[in-house]
């Protein structure tokens, strides 16, 4: 149980361009997840959290245009990084609740994105 | 600031021992501490710890918390090379969406 699924799990892109990482969970509904962002031999840094049906909330220092947050349904939640450019290089990992205010997250499986 | 910080960041061991890795933490609002063991992708859950003394076992790991002293250690006995990976320390706060304020982690390198 508590499977959560990310998509895509790598991704190439050039700078300028926009991706879009989708984040599910499979066998459970997450009212709320979260979208965390790991660079290298670093600890997870929470960018934002996201309840089903309402705008994300972000961490300071994280540019809510810049990272786009829509989390339309009780099992999906997607991050889209607009305007791509190399320092957003990084690996990209949501996770979600099994309820508000649970404190188990259970782990995406992550998306490393890289550009150009 | 809320902080969580683990001790050693890395550590090289062999087949067959046992290790000791720490996490301290000063956060406002405590409500748990999570352990979770990251290999090359995501984060997978081992233990979720809220009160003192109580210790947690699964397997060859086991995890106790000291809310006064506040800090926690998970333990690996006879260590195997499956176990390499770093292992993370994470704080959840009492608020509305209970965020995880994560530590550095520690990366474990188990050699035969």
């Known amino acids: 149980g508590a499977v959560v699924s990310q998509h895509p799990s790598r991704v190439i892109c050039k700078s300028g361009t926009s991706v879009k990482i989708e984040c599910r969970s499979l066998?459970?509904?997450?009212?709320?997840m979260f979208w965390y962002r790991q660079f290298p031999k670093q600890s997870l840094m929470l960018m934002a959290t996201?309840?089903?049906?309402?705008?994300?909330?972000?961490e300071q220092g994280v540019e809510k245009d810049k990272f786009l947050i829509n989390h339309a349904s009780l099992t999906l939640s997607t991050l889209t990084v607009t305007s791509a450019h190399p320092e957003d290089s990084s690996f990209y990992i949501c996770?979600?609740?099994?309820?508000?205010?649970?404190?188990?997250?259970?782990f995406g499986p992550g998306t490393r994105l890289l550009v150009l | 600031e809320d902080k969580v910080v683990q001790s050693p960041l890395s550590l090289v061991v062999h087949e067959g021992d046992t290790v000791t890795l720490n996490c301290s933490y000063e956060?406002?609002?405590?409500?748990?501490l999570l352990w979770y063991k990251q290999e090359k992708k995501a984060p997978t859950f081992l233990f979720m710890l809220t009160s003192s003394g109580i210790e947690k076992k699964s397997g060859r790991l086991s995890s106790i918390l000291d809310k006064k002293e506040l800090f926690s250690i998970l333990n690996i006995t006879a260590t195997q090379t499956g176990d390499s990976a770093v292992y993370l320390c994470?704080?959840?706060?009492?608020?509305?969406?209970?965020?995880?304020?994560f530590g550095k982690g520690t990366r474990l390198s188990v050699i035969a």
């Open positions: 066998d459970f509904q997450a009212t709320t």
């Open positions: 996770s979600a609740t099994t309820g508000t205010g649970v404190e188990t997250q259970y």
């Open positions: 996201s309840n089903e049906g309402s705008k994300a909330t972000y």
């Open positions: 994470a704080v959840a706060l009492w608020s509305g969406n209970t965020p995880l304020v």
């Open positions: 956060v406002t609002n405590f409500r748990s």
